[in-house]
C-alpha cells in the first residue's frame, strides 16, 4: 500500500509552503526577484536551504508560484470594484486609482511582478493573467458600450489597450533603478485615468 | 606586441558573424526563440557550432543581440513615420499601420520580438526599446499639443500609454499558438488607431 500523508502532516506541509512563498515575497518586496534567493528564503523562513527545494524545484519554480499568488490579490481586487455598482466610466477610474497606488504603496514589488525582467517563467505567467485582467475589463467596456456611455468600439481590443496603459504608464514611475524622484500618484492617478477614459470615447474625463 | 587583427580578418569576422544573426533571426521567424539554438544557427549558416561561440558566448546573449538589430530596425521605421510632414494625427495613423502590417505579415518574428518568454536578457532590452518608442511618440504628442491637435495632456504618460496600447493589442493576435484564427488586419489597424487617436484627445479618428 503507498503510503499517504496523514491531514496533519498535509497541513503542516502546506503552512510551511505558505511561509516559505511569504518569505520570498517580502524579499521581492524589498529587493525585487534579484534579491530573492532559495538561501534567502530559506533564512527569512528559519528553515534548512534544503527545505525550500522540498516545495520548490528551483528558483524560477518559487519566482512563478510567488508570481501567480500576488498578482492573484490585484486581479481579485479589479475583479471586485469592476463588479460594483455604478457607470462603467466611474468603476474604471476607481479600478485605475486603486490599482496605481498599491502598485506606488508596494513600489519595489508592483515593478517586479509588472516588468521587472526575471526569466522565461514569470514571463509566460505575465501573459497570463494580463489577459484575465483583460477579460474583466473587456466585460466593463462591453457593458459602457451597450449603455451609450463608451463609443461603439470592439471591446476586445480596447479592453487590452487599457491592460497595456496601466502597465506600460507604471513601469518607469515605479522603477526605482531609474526614477529620478519619487512617483507622484497625484500627478499620475488623474492622468492615467483621463488617458484611459479617453481611449474609450467617453467625454467624462 | 600584441597580436592585432589584420582589417581584413575584422572583415570577414563581421561578415560571418552578421551570417550567424541572420541564421538565428531565420529561425526564431520559423519557430520563435524556442526554436533558435545554438546548433540550429550554426547549421543554417553552414559553420560548426564551436564558430558560433566564437561570437556569442551563449544562446541568452545571441537572442539579446539578435533582438537589438531587428528591433532597431522597427524603431527606425517608427523614427522615419514620425519625423515626416503632416500632421500629427495623420503621422500616428501611419506608425500604426505600418507597425502592425510588418507585425502580422512577420508574425511569428513578431511575437519572439513582443511577447514570448525567452529571459531576462531579452526582457531588459524589450524594457530599453519600449522607452526608445516612446520617446519618439513623446515628441510627436508634444506637437500634437502644442498645434492644438490633442487635448492638453501628460506627453511622457500618454507616450507611454501608446507604446503599451500597441504592444498589448498586437500580443493576442499575434501569437499562433493561441489565436484561434489568422489576425485581421482589417479589422485590427482601424480599431488600434482609433483608441490611440482617441486616448490623446483627437476628434479625428
Tied chains: 1, 2.
Aim: charged residues 20%; glycine residues 6%.
Amino acid at each position: 500500500m503507498a503510503y499517504r500523508k496523514t491531514p496533519k502532516v498535509q497541513a503542516q506541509q502546506a503552512a510551511q509552503r505558505q511561509r516559505l512563498l511569504d518569505a520570498a515575497t517580502a524579499l521581492v518586496a524589498e529587493g525585487g526577484f534579484n534579491a530573492m534567493t532559495i538561501a534567502a528564503t530559506a533564512e527569512r523562513a528559519g528553515v534548512a536551504t534544503g527545505t525550500v527545494y522540498k516545495h520548490f524545484t528551483n528558483k524560477g519554480e518559487l519566482c512563478a508560484e510567488l508570481f501567480r499568488c500576488a498578482t492573484e490579490v490585484e486581479v481579485e481586487q479589479v475583479r471586485s470594484l469592476v463588479t460594483q455598482d455604478g457607470s462603467a466610466a466611474e468603476r474604471l477610474r476607481a479600478v485605475i486609482s486603486n490599482f496605481a497606488a498599491r502598485a506606488l504603496r508596494g513600489q519595489r514589488l508592483a515593478y517586479a511582478l509588472i516588468a521587472e525582467p526575471v526569466g522565461a517563467l514569470v514571463e509566460a505567467e505575465r501573459l497570463h493573467y494580463r489577459r484575465s485582467y483583460a477579460t474583466l475589463f473587456q466585460s466593463l467596456i462591453q457593458e459602457g458600450i451597450d449603455r451609450g456611455e463608451f463609443a461603439a468600439q470592439d471591446a476586445g481590443i480596447s479592453a487590452s489597450a487599457l491592460v497595456g496603459i496601466i502597465a506600460e504608464t507604471l513601469v518607469g514611475p515605479l522603477n526605482w533603478h531609474d526614477s529620478r524622484s519619487t512617483p507622484q500618484a497625484e500627478h499620475l492617478v488623474p492622468q492615467l485615468q483621463a488617458v484611459c477614459l479617453r481611449a474609450l470615447g467617453t467625454e467624462s474625463n
